[in-house]
């Protein structure tokens, strides 16, 4: 059953989190469920060390940011144009490596339906989400990696899979508005916001993934539960 979200003000609140390596040629999900309480000039949903960002900007628009070793910004993508504040929305990006042969495709979900692709004219060494210079780095939630910058939002669900799940798979997900359970498509990291093993209590919100085991668990830092779910 999914009781629990976290919420983050948009002051202060955050999480971190190093959810581990994965290779900058390689296949990768994220999936995640945002509801935005407002919306500012910079604010960030989701953020990893080295910019890979999801903002939440000032006209609504919900927004995806990836990159290389030497490109900001490949395959920026709006995935909502106008955002409902106070409604739950689910979010995916698949990355495919070498599809097609010798580029790399990015496809975007919103509510289980792909809203668009962006294709780069290379096996690009993008950053996956945590990497950093070659190792683990920290990503955040609701805030810039450079702590200027937060989110007024809630945030549950967040998973990081090391393969491009189908639109099957990303539909099923979002099962029709109610977060499907995702124990069948192992995901390497799976982030219950509250419905973990956390019980809804402290400031730890544990790794349920094949890669949990301490290394991996969430830091809330001011942030709270909260039973507004999808």
């Known amino acids: 059953a999914n009781t629990k979200s976290v919420t983050f003000d948009g002051v202060d609140d955050h999480a971190s989190f190093t ?15 945002l509801n935005v309480n ?25 927004r995806f940011e990836t990159r290389t070793y030497i490109s900001y910004g490949l395959g920026s993508k709006t995935v909502i144009t106008g955002a409902s504040v106070d409604t739950w929305y689910h979010l995916a990006v698949v990355k495919q490596a070498n599809v097609p042969s010798g580029s790399t495709t990015f496809t975007y979900y919103v509510n289980g339906s792909s809203v668009g692709t ?15 210079y070659g190792t683990s780095g920290n990503v955040y939630l609701a805030r810039y990696n450079s702590a200027s910058y937060y989110g007024n939002a809630l945030i549950d669900e967040l998973a990081i899979f090391t ?12 099962n029709g ?10 995901p390497r990291n799976w982030y219950r916001m509250g419905d973990g093993d956390e ?27 909260s039973t507004d779910v999808p």
């Open 177 to 186: 508005g109610t977060p499907a359970d995702l124990s069948s498509l192992s």
């Open 19 to 33: 959810p581990g390596w994965i290779a900058t040629t390689a296949d990768y999900t994220l999936s995640m469920w």
């Open 199 to 225: 019980a809804g209590s402290g400031t730890t919100v544990y790794d349920m993934g094949s890669a949990g085991g301490g290394t991996t668990d969430m830091t809330l830092v001011n942030a709270v539960y």
């Open 163 to 174: 393969s491009a799940l189908d639109a099957t798979a990303v539909s099923g997900i979002y």
């Open 38 to 62: 407002s919306f500012s000039s910079f604010g960030f949903a989701f953020c990893t060390s080295q910019g890979n960002t999801l903002t939440l900007n000032t006209n609504g628009n919900v």
């Open 118 to 132: 962006y294709v780069y004219g290379a096996v690009a060494a993008t950053y996956a989400f945590g990497n950093q």
